[in-house]
């Protein structure tokens, strides 16, 4: 290789280092090889696995107090017999219960039959075993228990129609006692009701199906939950008008979804105050500020965002030329 033309790469060499000088530093790293760690470097930590997820937590249904029934005129399938619930003091509370049924006699004739025989009979806090306030009702020959739900009550009895000799007749009180048809039809708040319990069931009976252990045990809660809809049938069918409106299934469902509710949080220990999770409170939304609502002139002008710093400017490229001057 001649001198001129040896001169002339080095020049290009020396040119490259100028104008790249990051150049100069590179490494050469193998195929396969990964950037090394420096001595008394911090090595990096090993992931932490995440914790399992919680069971499902029952849904919210939407739960009454006692206020929902008391001082309302109710009819066994909206159209028979009556029951008040009345407060006898600020603690208590009593009921009238007129049942009609048939006489023994003449099953032909209808006959009726004031529980109480013409007094109102006393209430007992029973609990909740189904998630809603239940109630006993002791009548003579014919103890009852009365579960409150939205507006209406589900009596039910131990055992089969209730016998009164001395007055010849036989009163079924079992059943939905709730108001006549006339006084809600139309209204499209029972559908969304019955839409919202439905989905309240459907929710919690996953969620108690997840916490069950045991085929037989599993085997027993989708035996319970078949069963339902029959029931509901079973309750609801004799109600006054009931295709026309749903309104008894409407109630039934959301005492199932609510007995549901209450059978997750026994699982979870919690006590009996706290049987069903209670309605999380709406949170208020945030109203704009004074100074910025349209129409108004702010008190203070706003602060101005501080000027950017001046960008330092770019060094100027060399010319290969440059070198040689």
């Given amino acids: 290789m001649n001198r001129p033309l040896a001169i002339a790469f ?3 060499g020396l040119a490259a280092l100028v104008l790249r000088p990051d150049m100069a530093a590179a490494q050469l790293v193998l195929p396969g090889a990964g950037p090394g760690t420096a001595t008394g470097a911090v ?3 090993a992931p932490v696995p995440s914790a399992p997820k919680p069971p499902p937590g029952p849904v919210v249904v939407k739960l009454v107090g006692e206020e929902s029934v008391v001082g309302k005129t109710l009819m066994l399938n ?3 017999g009556k029951l008040q619930i009345e407060r006898k003091d ?5 009921a009238t219960l007129i049942g009609v049924g048939e006489k023994i006699s003449d099953p032909s004739q209808a006959c009726g039959v004031d529980l109480g025989g013409g007094r109102p009979l006393d209430l007992t806090p029973a609990g909740r075993p189904e998630g809603v306030i239940r109630l006993s009702l002791d009548a003579p020959s014919c103890p009852l228990t009365l579960d409150v739900l939205d507006g209406a009550v ?3 009895g131990a055992g089969a129609a209730c016998t009164f000799k001395d007055a010849d007749c036989r009163v079924e009180a079992r059943g939905l006692w709730g108001p006549a048809p006339a006084t809600f039809e139309g209204q499209k708040w029972i559908e969304s009701d019955r839409s919202r319990a439905d989905k309240a069931v459907r929710e919690n009976f996953k969620a108690l199906i ?4 045991g085929k037989q045990e599993i085997k027993a809660v989708a035996a319970e939950q078949a069963g339902f809809t029959s029931e509901r049938e079973t309750v609801c069918r004799d109600y006054a008008r009931e295709a026309a409106h749903g309104y008894c299934a409407s109630r039934y469902t959301e005492l199932r979804a609510a007995g549901l509710a209450a059978r997750l949080n026994r699982l979870d220990g919690k006590p009996e105050g706290a ?3 209670a309605a999380k409170p709406r949170k208020p939304k945030p109203k704009p500020d004074a100074a910025t609502t349209v129409g108004e002139v702010p008190t203070s002008a706003p602060a101005l965002a501080p000027a950017p710093p001046p960008q330092a400017a770019a060094p100027a490229r060399k010319s290969l030329f440059d070198i040689f001057r």
Avoid: D, E, F
């Fill in 10 to 12: 080095s020049a290009l």
């Fill in 43 to 45: 090595q990096p930590a």
């Fill in 78 to 80: 909206g159209a028979r």
């Fill in 90 to 94: 600020k603690s208590a509370l009593q």
């Fill in 154 to 156: 589900l009596v039910r």
């Fill in 210 to 213: 997840h916490r069950t252990q």
């Fill in 275 to 277: 049987v069903v999770a």
